[in-house]
């Protein structure tokens, strides 16, 4: 299992165990509006003529109910945007001269390299989880500020495939090309984009392990990023998971992440 970033010596923070993925992303009929006019036709993702996303079932039941497609799709969309994710982080510390995670065969895009099979297991069997860690040694870093460069590679990464997905989608749809009138093309766009969104989102809360906690401390007056560090590093992982409890239980915490990776679409749409 890979050691939360929490337990880390300070010399060589970890990313990954904070890659949370939440099944309950919200796929509504939606129009993708752009300058004033819809630009790809309304669509609604269905599994047994119910929405995945508005029922809320997570990944067992569409096993138990004989949804094996729908699973497939959304396996494969969250192990390939935790890899991208996991390999932006590799890759931006390389980049800026620490070959950590490249030693330990980090830099690349293998998910057998990133994926843990427990953290895997939970995002099926509970609707969240994490991959491997991916380890830097910050004294290595040109800058003292490349850290946050590191820590916000990852979420980028996750943004970048966000808005391919969507685009190649709307722009299969404009084009009135047959493959992307199939529920298959649009089922995998639509779920991957929306769920690197909230790969993004999630990871820039700066709580507890989450990316955005080597960002932030960077944004702050150094006095307020000392200050914060000390009061993230006492209480930021107890806050963080009593989120996660909260969440689980019904509170609609989570439901603003998945307004504001909606609210994203039309910002990222090209055509």
């Known amino acids: 299992m890979a050691e939360p970033p929490l337990f880390t010596a300070p010399a060589a923070p970890r990313f990954g165990a904070d890659d949370v993925v939440f099944d309950s992303v919200t796929v509504r009929e939606w129009g993708i509006r752009k300058f004033g006019r819809t630009v790809v036709a309304r669509t609604r993702i269905k599994c047994s003529d119910r929405s995945y996303f508005a029922e809320r079932k997570n990944m067992l039941e569409l096993l138990t109910q004989g949804e094996y497609a729908l699973f497939m799709v959304i396996l494969f969309a969250i192990i390939f945007s935790l890899t991208f994710h996991e390999f932006g982080h590799a890759l931006v510390a390389k980049l800026y001269g620490d070959d950590t995670a490249q030693r330990l065969g980090r830099l690349t895009l293998n998910p057998i390299s990133h994926i843990d099979p427990l953290g895997l297991l939970m995002v099926v069997m509970v609707g969240f989880g994490y991959a491997k860690p991916v380890p830097f040694t910050a004294h290595n870093l040109r800058y003292p500020w490349a850290s946050a460069l590191v820590a916000f590679a990852g979420p980028f990464m996750n943004l970048v495939l966000a808005a391919l997905a969507i685009n190649l ?80 239980m019904g509170v609609p915490i989570f439901r603003t992440l998945m307004d504001l990776s909606a609210g994203i679409i039309p910002l990222i749409t090209l055509f």
């Open 169 to 248: 989608y709307v722009w299969g749809a404009n084009s009135g090309l047959e493959f992307f009138q199939g529920p298959g093309p649009a089922t995998l766009l639509i779920y991957l984009a929306h769920i690197n969104l909230l790969l993004m989102l999630f990871n820039l809360i700066p709580l507890g392990p989450l990316d955005g906690h080597h960002i932030l401390p960077h944004l702050l007056p150094p006095s307020l990023g000392r200050r914060y560090l000390e009061l993230n590093a006492r209480y930021g992982v107890g806050v963080f998971l009593v989120l996660i409890v909260l969440s689980v």
